[in-house]
C-alpha cells in the first residue's frame, strides 16, 4: 500500500480505518524483519532455552555491542515480534513464536 492510499484509507472512519490500521501494523512488523541484526536476534532467542534471554546473554551469544543488542531489542519488542519481563535488574526478552508466525501466516494468505 503507498503512502497516498494509506493516507486516503486512513481518512475514512468506517471498515477502511481498520483495514488501513491492519496494514500498518503489518508494515511496522516487516520493518522489524528488514533488519540482518534484528533477524540474527530473533534467531539467537529462537535456540535459547524458553526462547528468553537477558541484553548480557545475547551480546555475549552474538558478539554485538550491548547498545546496539539494546537499541535492535527494543525495535522489536515495539513491533510486538518479543516480549520483555524485568527479574531483578535483567529484562529479559522471549521470542513471541506466535506473532512471527501470524505475520507469516499474513503474508501467505491468499
Not at 18 to 42: G, S, V
Not at 85 to 90: E, I, K, L, M, P
Request: aromatic share 4%; with cysteine; proline share 4%.
Amino acid at each position: 500500500m503507498t503512502a497516498t492510499v494509506a493516507a486516503a484509507v486512513a481518512t475514512d472512519n468506517g471498515p477502511n480505518a481498520a483495514a488501513a490500521e491492519h496494514w500498518q501494523d503489518l508494515a511496522a512488523r516487516l520493518k522489524a524483519f528488514a533488519d540482518p541484526t534484528r533477524l540474527y536476534l530473533l534467531a539467537s532467542l529462537r535456540t535459547r532455552p524458553n526462547q528468553q534471554a537477558c541484553v548480557k546473554e545475547l551480546t555475549q551469544a552474538t558478539g554485538l555491542a550491548q547498545p546496539l543488542v539494546s537499541h535492535h531489542l527494543q525495535i522489536l519488542r515495539r513491533a510486538l515480534l518479543v516480549n520483555s519481563t524485568r527479574h531483578g535488574s535483567h529484562v529479559y526478552y522471549q521470542l513471541d513464536a506466535s506473532a512471527v508466525a501470524a505475520t507469516a501466516q499474513e503474508l501467505t494468505r491468499a
